[in-house]
């Protein structure tokens, strides 16, 4: 009898992944919607939306494309920082400021690739990490405009007007909500450029470069576009971070935050729609959950991220997938 | 084999070509004209720098010296995606497609790579008529059964002629091919050259084998190196009574 149920219960998972892969946009915003009502605490749950974005952003170079960067706390970081000192220091409105986030995050990541995308492999994660370091030592360096190893403080927006409707940000579930619609837009935009030509020429590259180019494709610029396509995602994430916070910390654009962005997306799925969401909420929470009765919850989530990438690497997201897939 | 295309009109010409990997000379002072409608055998021993000029015809790398010249305009330099967008297209020694992918999905691919690069916003089913391109060169290789087949569960002739039809997504008006029919079967052989004489009938092919023997009877025009030099260059009946071509190959002397 229990096996039927099991097997009853196994179906139903395997078609409700199905369902979920196949309208994975909407799939995604209604995990969203509801994850505010299953998370213990609000603020776990915009982390969770905000670094889930992060490392969607991030999978674009990573899982799609193929392509291992080590650099990308310099977008998530540059994204916060722009977008805080445009509200703090020029009282910048905050829409504007959010779009100026991703600008000069995009911008950053035109620099960065340009000078990166040369290079393969190993070279690649090196290159990139090397240049975020610059990156982190500007921002620490330029004390009178980011407040250095302080931080940003000050990135006050309290209410906000979107078409005449006054919104509390104070509030958590308000500001949850209101932080939600951008991230559901940059996914609509992210799924479509995932199905566009484009998006073919990406998969193209990550199967094998050679060939792509051999057909035609000037896969340097290919990869260089993925690049600042994917620093725009990132610095959307940080500059929403930056309202959500009302402080920049420096830490947002430490290395550490790059090493997030690959534990993210491998824990959740590298190269799926849905995985790093799967695996900034894994992520997070287990450190939510471990910090309260360890503080060395890092030893546990590494040893974790090691069995992932040792048994799993498909990642948990990926791994269901190939699983309803066999 | 050249059918209605006018004869002696020169595609492609290599002039003076050479070429140096640190010290080692592998191709020296080829100059040939590749002709228009012509299916051309570049034949020779291991080692005679067939693999070099192969890939200095298809832009994989410059030469170190000498100019290519296609269709009357130097493109000697250039980048290997302007190569094939200019066309001139390339199939690989060694299998080299998109393995994940299906087949008519890696035939789409190429395709699209003479329209659209860098489009991020039209969804991809709407390409329907690179889908039908894709769908008429795979039936055209007899890969038409197996279209939505990934590419890595093909069988390994079936690989090679899935990488032809891409080669010839882009309408190429050269078509080069590095052996083959590399590592097959006597029958994928077979199949392989009736495909290349098929396309050669109204195509300009320059194809690269080891197998003298594979080539003679389906080629315009054969060409000879050895050592990194041109030996020698003629219609298959000269080739198989040139006694130097026959010293090389049957490595016997007299």
């Known amino acids: 009898m229990s096996d039927i149920g099991i097997r009853v219960f196994g179906n139903q998972l395997a078609i409700t992944i199905r369902v979920v892969a196949r309208h994975r946009v909407a799939a995604v915003i209604a995990t969203l919607v509801l994850l505010p009502w299953v998370v213990p605490y609000e603020a776990l749950s915009v982390n969770i939306l905000l670094f889930g974005l992060y490392a969607v952003g991030f999978n674009l170079v990573y899982g799609y494309t193929g392509l291992l960067s080590f650099g990308h706390a310099a977008f998530f970081g540059v994204g916060a920082y722009a977008c805080g000192i445009a509200v703090a220091t020029f009282d910048v409105n905050w829409l504007l400021a959010i779009a100026l986030g991703t600008i000069v995050a995009g911008f950053v990541a035109m620099i960065m690739g340009g000078l990166a995308i040369r290079t393969r492999g190993i070279y690649f994660a090196m290159v990139t990490l090397a240049l975020a370091q610059c990156v982190y030592y500007i921002l620490y360096q330029w004390t009178d405009l980011t407040g250095g190893e302080n931080g940003l403080r000050g990135v006050s927006v309290q209410a906000v007007n979107i078409l005449g409707l006054e919104l509390n940000l104070l509030d958590p579930m308000t500001k949850y909500y209101v932080m939600l619609v951008f991230v559901a837009l940059a996914l609509w935009i992210f799924s479509r450029i995932l199905e566009s030509p484009f998006g073919a020429v990406l998969e193209a590259i990550r199967e094998n470069e050679k060939r792509a180019r051999a057909c035609g494709y000037d896969t340097l610029r290919t990869k260089w576009l993925a690049f600042v396509l994917s620093g725009m995602f990132c610095g959307l994430a940080g500059a929403l971070y930056a309202i959500h916070l009302s402080i920049v910390p420096i830490e947002t654009a430490n290395y550490t935050m790059s090493g997030q962005a690959v534990m993210m997306a491998l824990l959740g799925g590298m190269g799926t729609f849905f995985g790093p969401f799967i695996g900034a909420a894994a992520y997070l929470l287990l450190e939510d959950v471990l910090t309260l009765w360890t503080e060395h919850w890092q030893f546990f989530v590494g040893a974790l991220f090691v069995f992932f990438v040792l048994f799993f690497p498909r990642g948990i997201w990926g791994s269901l997938l190939h699983w309803v897939q066999r | ?254």
């Open chain 2, 1 to 254: 084999m050249s059918g209605d295309a006018i004869l002696g009109e020169t595609v492609l010409s290599a002039n003076g070509v050479g070429m140096k990997f640190d010290g080692f000379r592998a191709l020296a002072n080829v100059t040939l004209d590749i002709r228009k409608g012509d299916l051309t055998a570049i034949i020779g021993p291991n080692g005679a720098g067939k693999s070099t000029f192969f890939n200095i015809l298809s832009g994989a790398f410059p030469p170190s010296e000498g100019r290519i010249v296609f269709e009357g305009r130097d493109i000697t330099g250039r980048r290997q995606h302007e190569f094939a967008r200019l066309g001139i297209a390339k199939s690989f020694q060694i299998t080299n497609v998109f393995p994940q992918l299906t087949a008519t999905e890696n035939v789409r691919i190429a395709v699209q790579a003479m329209k659209i690069r860098y489009d991020i916003w039209t969804p991809r089913c709407r390409l329907t008529e690179y889908v039908a391109k894709a769908v008429e060169l795979l039936n055209l290789v007899g890969l038409h059964r197996n279209r939505e087949r990934r590419a890595e569960n093909l069988a390994h002739g079936e690989q090679r002629a899935l990488e032809i039809a891409m080669a010839l997504a882009s309408d190429p008006r050269l078509l080069l091919l590095d052996e083959p029919t590399a590592g097959m079967s006597p029958e994928e052989t077979m199949m392989m050259m009736n495909l290349i004489t098929k396309l050669a009938e109204d195509r300009t092919v320059v194809l690269v084998e080891h197998k003298m023997k594979l080539v003679m009877g389906i080629s315009d025009r054969i060409i000879v190196l050895h050592h990194g030099e041109l030996l020698a260059d003629g219609a298959p009946g000269d080739i198989r009574a040139n006694d130097e071509v026959r010293r090389v190959y049957l490595g016997q002397t007299g």
